[in-house]
């Protein structure tokens, strides 16, 4: 599954759903803007990191990896899932199934989480040192 030949598109993968992170922000941007507190500026700040750890993974740079690694408690803290486009195939109108929804992207970022840890070991080991993805 995770194979050498196979990181590069585990790369892109997590390139995308850095990309799918934005989704709140695009939709909801006059909410940041409108926001006065001091969330707003770190919404701006982590936001801005989704794009740029985007690029960095479409490169296939092990820096987007790291940025992942330092976003992901931020990510917790303000609710960003990088799985929260899935709210368009889930009718969100009660509690529990908001609930259970919200359960649900904890547990889909955990596992982001875990499979990024593994490919950046991966791309770390000596027999792929010489390897590009």
């Known amino acids: 599954m995770f194979e050498n030949k196979n990181l590069?598109?585990?790369?892109?993968?997590?390139?995308?759903?850095d990309l799918l992170s934005l989704k709140?922000?695009?939709?909801?941007?006059?909410?940041?803007?409108?926001?006065?507190?001091?969330?707003?500026?770190i919404h701006i700040i982590v936001y801005s990191s989704f794009i740029f750890s985007a690029y960095?993974?479409?490169?296939?740079?092990?820096?987007?990896?790291?940025?992942?690694?330092?976003?992901?408690?931020?990510?917790?803290?303000?609710?960003?899932?990088?799985?929260g486009f899935l709210d368009i195939f889930i009718n969100l109108n009660t509690r529990t199934r908001i609930r259970d929804f919200f359960v649900l992207m904890l547990i889909l970022e955990i596992l982001r989480l875990i499979s990024e840890?593994?490919?950046?070991?991966?791309?770390?080991?000596?027999k792929t040192q010489n390897f590009k993805p």
């Not at 590069?8 to 759903?17: E, I, P, S």
């Not at 740079?61 to 303000?78: H, V």
């Not at 840890?117 to 000596?126: A, D, L, Q, R």
């Open 8 to 17: 590069k598109y585990w790369f892109y993968f997590f390139a995308v759903l």
């Open 117 to 126: 840890i593994i490919v950046f070991k991966k791309s770390s080991t000596k």
């Open 56 to 83: 960095l993974l479409f490169e296939r740079k092990k820096l987007g990896l790291i940025i992942n690694f330092i976003q992901f408690p931020i990510r917790l803290f303000l609710a960003i899932s990088s799985f």
């Open 24 to 41: 709140y922000i695009i939709f909801n941007f006059d909410f940041v803007i409108a926001d006065k507190s001091f969330l707003k500026y």
